[in-house]
């Protein structure tokens, strides 16, 4: 049983679809504090003069005491439609955006139920879709249905604990922090992702890896989206 974990992400980068791909349990992380600056809450297109950030704004006020459950999006500022023009001005000329576009317009615009107010359930709601879209099958679950509330190292070995997880998967990042003797001591043993990241067509010159997957989504489709993660699933 191979289990991986990560933090909600707003239309996350390929790389998080192949941790997720590579399990057979992914837990969404959606009691964990906001980091700022991170792909929590944003993400980058490529345009003609280079990478170009999406962040859905959040409301500041305690949320870096809360968890990510209780993030309110601050919707007094006009962010979707922003969103939705930089990436209608940017792939517009990409093979498969008369294909894609509307449906990345109903994430964004209108979520697939009723419109969202946390990011965690907006990040959420997306990664239903692409999961689907990209014909990913792993189980997934949040860490609120888990009930653990531990921190850092202990979390993630509770939470292979929980799941029955044999071999956990993590980040390259976690080598800064997971304590992997004491996983090894638990019975479970510990793999770091080494994500090569595939080389696509894209728009505006030489290619740039780790965009938003709705950067392969509008440049390959969705098949061929699909079929560059399962190259790299079994590499």
């Known amino acids: 049983m191979i289990v991986s974990a990560h933090q909600p992400a707003y239309l996350p980068w390929l790389g998080y679809f ?40 959040v409301q500041t006020r305690g949320h870096l005491d809360g968890s990510l459950r209780d993030t309110l999006i601050d919707d007094r500022q006009p962010w979707r439609g922003k969103h939705l023009k930089s990436i209608a001005m940017n792939y517009a ?9 509307e449906a990345v317009a109903a994430l964004i615009d209108e979520p697939l139920d009723a419109p969202q107010h946390h990011l965690a ?14 014909r990913i099958d792993t189980r997934v679950v949040r860490l609120s249905e888990l009930g653990i509330d531990s921190r850092k190292s202990d979390l993630v070995l509770d939470l292979c604990l929980a799941t029955g997880a044999e071999r956990y998967l993590s980040g390259a990042l976690g080598r800064d922090y997971l304590e992997v003797e004491r996983f090894h001591a638990a019975g479970v043993d510990v793999e770091f992702q080494d994500y090569d990241h595939p080389v696509y067509p894209q728009c505006w010159g030489a290619f740039a890896p780790a965009m938003s997957v709705v950067d392969a989504w509008l440049n390959c489709g969705a098949d061929a989206t699909a079929d560059l993660l399962q190259v790299c699933a079994h590499a």
Request: charged share 20%; aromatic share 16%.
């Open 18 to 57: 192949d941790k997720i791909a590579a399990a057979d349990v992914f837990v969404f992380l959606d009691t964990v504090q906001f980091e700022k600056n991170s792909f929590i809450n944003r993400n980058r297109i490529k345009t003609a003069q280079g990478p170009q950030w999406l962040t859905v704004p």
């Open 121 to 134: 359930e907006l990040c959420w709601q997306q990664l239903q879709f692409w999961l689907a879209a990209l």
């Open 93 to 101: 000329r990409a093979p498969h955006f008369d294909a894609g576009f």
